[in-house]
């Protein structure tokens, strides 16, 4: 059975950081790039960032470039999104994705 769960979302102030994590299962989680997208409010889901099953290849949306850094640890079948120096517009819900599988989200809010 194919498992993608996020976590790791929450409310912080603009400027601050949070660590989203994705526990993926059910499919060769080593083999297969991991992405992550977000919903932010009325507009469509647009992709993030992604990372290749070895962590070589390493991709960003140009508005995250040097300010989310995305990783993976394949012995625990996870992969993470650092997200720091947050404003209101990185507001939405992250979604995190293995081959064609998805995760049901999680809420990021950036608020003062």
């Known amino acids: 059975q194919v498992r993608v769960v996020e976590a790791g979302g929450g409310l912080v102030q603009p400027g601050g950081s949070l660590n989203v994590a994705c526990t993926a299962s059910g499919f060769p989680f080593s083999l297969s790039y991991m992405s992550w997208y977000r919903q932010s409010p009325g507009t469509e889901r647009e992709w993030v960032a992604e990372?290749?099953?070895?962590?070589?290849?390493?991709n960003y949306a140009d508005d995250v470039k040097g300010r989310f850094t995305i990783s993976r640890d394949n012995g625990k079948n996870i992969a993470t999104l650092q997200l720091n120096n947050l404003n209101p517009e990185s507001t939405g819900v992250y979604y995190c994705?293995?081959?064609?599988?998805w995760g049901q989200g999680t809420q990021v809010t950036v608020s003062a």
């Open positions: 994705r293995g081959q064609n599988y």
């Open positions: 990372i290749s099953g070895t962590s070589v290849f390493i």
